[in-house]
């Protein structure tokens, strides 16, 4: 593999979105400030997920859409850094990069921007409502089995403007993408846990480098938020025991609780919203990776795994 050229040059690899782009700027500007004389360079890098916004994501492969050209840019010595929005990243990935930091995590709840009705409870029955997620769909339907849930693309704005410009009743999004961007004050609800759990990752920022490459590991962890960090270990363990992607009917939350304790609550749900399972476990803050197979296996002790055979089946 390529070494950096100069190792006080760190150059990160990104997404264009806004989204993604306020993302990597933030990293850059927070290294830059906590490793005084570090040159950081932003290299900008087109995805699967970027060149195909139309086709439902399912449609075009899912997992890793929106993340293996920057990983593969990584491995290839191009970039020495990627920033993902941690949902974003598959589980499985190669052996030779390491997530080495989640910094502090954004708020995990979903927004609702219904400009007319406001929340979710007071949609009338058929209104028509947009995602692109799978569980947001499946968790929607699970409130209120009355609506419309159609499946849209595109980034934040494209997806708020639905709403906004009357085309649909209601859209719902990350919570964090629309305060990242100055937006949230567009959204009319805030769909948080416990009610509606969020992706797993949901908010978090994830930062992987070459796992042989320390000089770059020991920088990023000056980024790294242990707590965050365990959280998000939890939820990714929970999701990959099931054998999932990003694309699955799945939702997680991991946090540090007041008692000191690590909790996950995780859920699995028909895609219709017919069936919720839920399994809601604590345990050592440095046992996260235990933990996410406890939960795992007390989902599919309820029956996750003909939920999502089911679901692989059908689509």
């Known amino acids: 593999m390529t070494a ?10 990104t997404r264009g979105s806004r989204l993604a782009r306020w993302q990597a700027d933030w990293v850059a500007d927070t290294l830059r400030n906590r490793s005084p004389g570090l040159s950081v360079e932003l290299v900008e890098i087109k995805t699967q997920g970027d060149r195909d916004r139309n086709s439902p994501l399912a449609a075009i492969g899912g997992t890793g859409l929106f993340t293996k050209e920057i990983q593969r840019a990584v491995l290839d010595g191009a970039v020495d850094v990627a920033v993902h929005s941690l949902k974003d990243l598959p589980t499985q990935g190669p052996a030779e990069l390491v997530l080495a930091a989640v910094p502090p995590r954004e708020d995990v709840a979903d927004a609702l921007i219904a400009p007319a009705r406001k929340t979710l409870e007071a949609l009338p029955a058929g209104s028509r409502v947009g995602t692109g997620s799978i569980r947001r769909r499946a968790q929607i339907l699970n409130a209120r089995p009355d609506l419309v849930v159609t499946s849209i693309r595109g980034n934040v704005e494209t997806r708020l403007n639905l709403a906004l410009g009357g085309e649909l009743d209601a859209v719902v999004l990350a919570w964090a993408g629309l305060h990242r961007l100055g937006l949230h004050h567009h959204a009319t609800q805030r769909l948080e846990p416990p009610a ?7 908010g978090a920022l ?41 694309m699955i009917p799945m939702a997680a939350w991991g946090r540090i609780a007041e008692d000191g304790q690590l909790h996950l609550d995780a859920a699995v749900l028909d895609p219709d919203g017919r069936t919720r399972l839920l399994a809601s476990l604590s345990g050592d803050p440095n046992a996260a990776d235990e933990l996410g197979r406890r939960v795992a296996q007390a989902l599919r002790d309820q029956g996750a795994d003909a939920i999502l055979n089911a679901f692989r089946a059908g689509r």
């Open 4 to 13: 950096p050229t100069n190792p006080r040059t760190i150059r990160i690899g």
């Open 206 to 246: 994830g930062i992987e480098c070459r796992a042989d490459d320390q000089a770059t590991r020991g920088l990023l962890a000056l980024l790294d938020d242990p707590d965050a960090h365990r959280g998000v270990v939890a939820e990714r363990r929970a999701l990959a025991e099931l054998e999932g992607g990003c």
């Open 196 to 202: 509606i759990l969020p992706a797993v990752g949901q």
